[in-house]
């Protein structure tokens, strides 16, 4: 199985210490099949390209894939995956469905025959972390914000009060290069909280060539104008009634860089993953200070004009587990994949690594001494799955999403005005949603 | 192998020759003594040859083959049918299924009649032809002038060397993380210290034209040491006596320059340029670890892009890499046709 070091680094342990392949054993894995990891790098992009190579190759070793929710249907879609829908038992399908998160399962289904291809291992979700005391002690109640969060409005007020009373450099940190986390994840999710969509809303997620492609409706051009005003302030193309809190240097910042400022007591806000809870929520960090909530927004979900878009969102990260169909021990593989879509391995999972398990539930149930700081904020996690928004992770995503984190980091950094940048995008995605419509692929 | 003293009569006079198998008792042998110097040579460049088809053109051909079919995301098999030059086409016509494009300029009726269809910085054949011209340029002029320092006799020399060298042992990808961090706004002081200077953006990694110049000045850095290096084996060669002579014949140092020292490190010159111009023309590395790709895309990043993008797209990935190949080698062709006449040769 190929796994990150953070995977691979609690599937085995000495003696009697827990890990995955103790939990895995203990739900009814035979125990003569040992799970050995092929360990690669974190980054998704180059882990797409190893799982690419060799499921091109037909390769096998190895027999299951861990594969990035943002990139299996393009798998399951060139047969390189193994249809569990034919091959698990219906009570462990039936487990699975009814219990996984619902958005990541799509992530893992064939859009085509809906047929489940990959288990999720775990689902990741976007949240907005803030330092609590530092906003209150601004003038603002941050009560309910957790599950309920503020309008953009309030929260860019908020956070630059609360910056400028307490003379931080920086008021909110997110990610705005030009890279896949910027159209997957966090414009996706600002554009969800204005009521816009790529592909108008939610029900046209996994079906590319034949859908509308809504980019450059005014809520889309809105969710980049305010971002420009955080950015710019009041310069062109921005929206009144929205404060300059970024720094201009997100559109060049991932995730870590754009963390590091927060941990390091420099900002009042960063948008990021589960990790970053943990690993600022600690007592040697922010401890209690820390709050923790899902995107603020700008349109209500009820005003928005396509289906379960508007009001508050998080974007959908996490992996899920294939087996590779040219496996020489499938029969172990899907044993080994059955063993996972148990209560007990999401729970060891959740402990060991800090991982949420696809059944959002258990994290309310995981003590808080065992997960950390996560498991103080089991009812925003909770809120978070309920707005949990995918990317359209269709075979064509790749290319598209390419072409989307270009445009709108452009627009983001000014050098083309929001409307001529999505203009431009739409045409572009048009031509490539017109690559299925002709020639069916 | 024939030579003049076979012909000349080792064996003999013309009617004294015997039929080549009782020469040697072998063929062959025979048929190879027979052959011209040239003819021999070749012959014995053959397997060479032959190797050299086998593991640089058989890939080369393949991929042509391959530019040649339909892109197919989906199935198993991850091409399409025959479509003749239409991948061509498309990334010459700014119209491949491509972030970034090969070429993208369309044609106008007003002066200049041609027009971008994308930014200059965004488009890698001009991306890379600048990087490539511009690189090498200031690179052999700054590794020329390197060299001759180096060249010269003075106390503490031996430490010049090394301060100059060792920019060229420093990792690709260190090199890269090194103007990364100088640019990145919140570590290092690049940013602020060019901005204040009214020449770059407040965030220049995200900015095609000033991460064009961050990359060309990181390159620039680490290879005139190459240059130097190479220049500086050339400078060594010239014999000293001549210098000496010029000097009583009353020429001026820079008619020393351009009378003796330039011709005669001309061969070395023009090979460490079209080694550079060649890595230059592949550049991707530096790209990849500083500004990335999608900001600075150089030929190489397309091919990369295109293969291992996500959509299976090998056809445009084919393409791109064949029009990336045909590009380098037009250039490698001008050096050769241009110099073919130069002292000491060009290959």
Not at chain 1, 177 to 200: K, P
Request: hydrophobic share 45%; aromatic share 10%.
């Amino acid at each position: 199985m190929t796994a990150a070091s953070d995977v691979a680094g609690i599937m085995h342990s000495d003696g009697d210490e827990p890990s995955i392949q103790q939990a895995l054993w203990d739900a009814g894995l035979d125990e003569d099949i040992r799970v050995e990891i092929q360990t690669v790098v974190s980054d998704s992009a180059t882990r797409m390209q190893t799982t690419q190579s060799a499921l091109e190759a037909g390769r096998s070793p190895p027999d299951i894939h861990m594969m990035d929710s943002g990139w299996t249907v393009p798998f399951i879609l060139r047969n390189q995956t193994v249809n569990l829908t034919e091959r698990f038992p219906d009570e462990t399908l039936q487990y699975v469905n009814d219990t996984y998160l619902e958005a990541i399962l799509e992530t893992a289904r064939d859009p085509q025959s809906d047929d489940l291809h990959a288990l999720p291992l775990f689902p990741d979700l976007g949240f907005t972390l803030y330092r609590q005391d530092l906003i209150e002690d601004a003038g603002y109640n941050t009560d309910g914000w957790g599950t309920d969060p503020p309008r953009w409005e309030e929260f860019s007020a908020a956070v630059r009060d609360a910056r400028d009373q307490a003379g931080l450099d920086y008021g909110y940190t997110t990610q705005a290069a030009a890279y896949e986390g910027l159209s997957c994840c966090t414009f996706n999710e600002v554009m969800t909280s204005w009521g816009g969509a790529y592909y108008g809303g939610v029900d046209n997620l996994f079906t590319a060539g034949d859908r509308p492609i809504t980019v450059s409706d005014q809520r889309v051009i809105d969710a980049i104008r305010m971002m420009r005003s955080f950015i710019a302030g009041e310069e062109e193309n921005t929206l009144d009634g929205y404060p300059q809190i970024c720094p201009s240097a997100i559109v060049q910042w991932t995730e870590q860089q754009s963390l590091n400022p927060f941990a390091g007591g420099d900002a009042v806000s960063n948008r990021n993953w589960s990790y970053a809870i943990a690993e600022t929520g600690t007592e040697d960090g922010f401890g209690e200070n820390l709050g923790v909530m899902t995107r603020p927004y700008a349109v209500s979900r009820q005003e928005a004009q396509y289906s379960d878009v508007g009001g508050t969102a998080a974007a959908l990260g996490g992996w899920n587990l294939a087996v590779s169909p040219f496996s020489n021990r499938e029969e172990e593989a899907l044993q080994v994949l059955e063993a996972f879509a148990n209560r007990e391995v999401m729970l060891s999972v959740f402990r060991l690594g800090g991982f949420l398990p696809p059944n959002l539930d258990l994290v309310a149930e995981a003590d808080a001494s065992d997960v950390g700081p996560v498991a103080r904020y089991a009812d925003v996690v909770k809120s978070a799955s309920e707005n949990a928004i995918p990317r359209p992770a269709t075979d064509l995503w790749p290319e598209q999403s390419a072409l989307i984190y270009q445009a709108v980091n452009a627009a983001y950094r000014g050098v083309q005005a929001p409307e001529v940048a999505m203009n431009d995008l739409e045409s572009e995605l048009e031509q490539s949603e017109a690559e299925v419509q002709a020639n069916g692929n | 192998m024939a030579t003049d003293t076979d012909t000349d009569g080792l064996i003999g006079g013309e009617s004294e020759r015997r039929p080549d198998r009782e020469r040697t008792g072998n063929a062959v042998i025979n048929w190879m003594e027979g052959l011209s110097e040239a003819a021999y040579a070749y012959l014995l460049l053959l397997p060479a040859f032959a190797l050299l088809t086998l593991i640089a053109f058989y890939p080369m051909i393949r991929t042509f083959v391959t530019s040649l079919r339909a892109n197919q995301t989906r199935g198993l098999d991850p091409l399409g049918g025959f479509v003749g030059i239409e991948n061509y086409v498309d990334i010459l016509t700014g119209n491949a299924r491509l972030a970034r494009q090969f070429l993208d300029v369309g044609l106008t009726s007003s002066f200049p009649f041609i027009e971008l269809g994308t930014p200059f910085f965004q488009q890698a054949l001009f991306v890379t032809l600048g990087f490539a011209v511009i690189s090498v340029v200031v690179e052999t002029v700054i590794g020329f002038g390197q060299a001759y320092v180096l060249d010269q006799e003075f106390t503490g020399r031996r430490w010049v060397r090394v301060a100059i060298i060792l920019p060229w042992a420093v990792p690709i990808v260190i090199q890269g993380m090194i103007f990364f961090l100088l640019f990145q706004p919140t570590v290092g002081f690049g940013s602020d210290l060019m901005q204040s200077l009214g020449l770059f953006s407040a965030t220049p990694l995200a900015n095609s034209r000033d991460a064009f110049i961050i990359i060309l000045v990181a390159d620039i850095w680490k290879s005139s040491a190459f240059m130097a290096l190479l220049i500086l084996a050339g400078l060594q060669s010239v014999d000293r006596s001549l210098y000496d002579v010029a000097r009583v014949a009353g020429a001026s140092p820079w008619q020393r320059f351009k009378l003796i020292t330039l011709p005669l490190v001309m061969p070395a010159l023009l090979v460490a340029m079209l080694f550079r111009t060649m890595d230059a023309m592949r550049v991707f590395g530096l790209i990849e670890s500083t500004a990335g790709c999608t900001t600075v895309p150089s030929l190489s990043c397309l091919v990369v892009e295109a293969m291992f993008g996500g959509t299976r797209i090998y056809a445009t990935a084919a393409a791109v890499a064949f029009a990336t190949a045909l590009v380098i080698g037009l250039i490698i062709g001008v050096y050769v046709l241009l110099f073919r006449d130069t002292e000491g040769g060009m290959y």
